[in-house]
């Protein structure tokens, strides 16, 4: 059973920064890609990155392109997204996934 634990959330002051962990077990492919979302109140979920496992090949949405990234151990099965110079509409919940699973999600707020 694949299972993803997301941490690292908490509170940031606008332009400051975060570094988001996601670490996965289970995972039996050899070829994989994880992606990172996010969901703030009110509103839909958001694909905002992902890399697949050999980590040759990223995306990034619009809305954080420049400003986070993402990076992997993937022999220790970690993901990471560090979120630099965050704005208030960064906070959301953000869940990692593989699309067939999802972690429970680490919440991020950027609030004065």
């Known amino acids: 059973e694949v299972q993803l634990v997301e941490s690292g959330g908490g509170l940031v002051q606008p332009g400051g920064s975060l570094r988001l962990s996601c670490t996965a077990s289970?995972?039996?492919?050899?070829?994989?890609?994880i992606g990172w979302f996010r969901q703030a109140p009110g509103k839909a979920r958001e694909g905002i990155s992902c890399?697949?496992?050999?980590?040759?090949?990223?995306w990034y949405a619009n809305s954080v392109k420049g400003r986070f990234i993402v990076s992997g151990d993937f022999a220790e099965n970690t993901l990471v997204l560090d979120l630099k110079s965050l704005i208030a509409e960064d906070t959301a919940v953000y869940y990692c996934?593989?699309?067939?699973?999802w972690g429970q999600g680490t919440q991020v707020t950027v609030s004065s």
């Open positions: 890399v697949n496992n050999n980590g040759r090949h990223s």
């Open positions: 996934t593989t699309w067939s699973n």
């Open positions: 289970g995972i039996t492919s050899a070829d994989y890609a």
